[in-house]
């Protein structure tokens, strides 16, 4: 089974403050992903990368940046954090396939920002 | 820019009964998903279509796929409790070769015993 894990699940930092979130997958996939999910507005993708060290903006990348040195780690960064940034962010992981192929979802890492 | 929509966004129905839930999106794609999330839970995978005319079951859920007309429904058979959820869409927009999925804002669906 793949699996994609989180570093935290709930996470609590002052306005200000450099977080860190980190995400691992063992299935060897490719591609990876990080999302920010809140009420009544869905998933929306912030960042995501196709290969190590290679990265693209998603719908929302303002605020945020994001590190893949290895093919299985994929860091999303707060530089600065601001209580707008309180949510709930969920890494994902997938193969590349021309086909299309599903994405598997972390746990989830609840954020607040105070 | 692609939008997907859902609808409904709520939906309470009672046990043992069939409900469709409908998903529209703007832009020409033959690849859809349908994820569940059960609350404070992770996504978890239904079913994936990636053809016009797609037709997915399994138990008590069939997802379909139509893409000359942007729409994929989730039709749920006589309800049973278990399937209380999130349900969310999500629709596969090809950039350089890569999948990028844009999701529906979901269907939270609650079903009464």
């Known amino acids: 089974d793949v699996k994609v894990t989180q570093s935290s699940r709930y996470l609590v930092k002052r306005t200000g403050e450099k977080v860190f979130l980190e995400c691992v997958q063992d299935?060897?996939?490719?591609?990876m992903f990080w999302y920010r999910q809140d009420p009544g507005l869905g998933l929306r993708l912030i960042y995501f990368s196709y290969d190590v060290k290679m990265k693209e903006k998603g719908d929302i990348p303002e605020g945020y940046s994001v590190s893949r040195e290895k093919k299985e780690r994929f860091s999303l960064i707060l530089e600065s954090a601001s209580t707008n940034q309180t949510s709930m962010y969920l890494c994902?992981?997938?193969?590349?396939?021309?086909?299309?192929?599903?994405?598997?979802f972390g746990p989830g890492t609840r954020l607040t920002v105070t | 820019e692609l939008k997907v929509e859902q609808n409904p966004l709520f939906l309470s129905m009672q046990e043992g009964k069939n409900y469709t839930i409908y998903c529209n999106y703007s832009t020409t794609s033959d690849r859809l998903y349908w994820y569940r999330q059960d609350p404070g839970k992770s996504l978890e995978s239904l079913f994936v279509?990636?053809?016009?005319?797609a037709v997915k079951q399994e138990g008590r859920l069939m997802a379909s796929l139509d893409t000359k007309a942007r729409l994929s429904t989730l039709h749920i058979t006589a309800a049973v409790h278990d399937l209380s959820a999130t349900y969310f869409c999500a629709v596969d927009l090809r950039n350089f070769g890569n999948e990028k999925l844009t999701f529906g804002t979901g269907t939270r669906l609650t079903i009464i015993p």
């Open positions: 994902a992981s997938s193969l590349r396939s021309e086909v299309g192929a599903e994405q598997y």
């Open positions: 299935m060897d996939h490719e591609n």
């Open positions: 279509l990636l053809s016009n005319g």
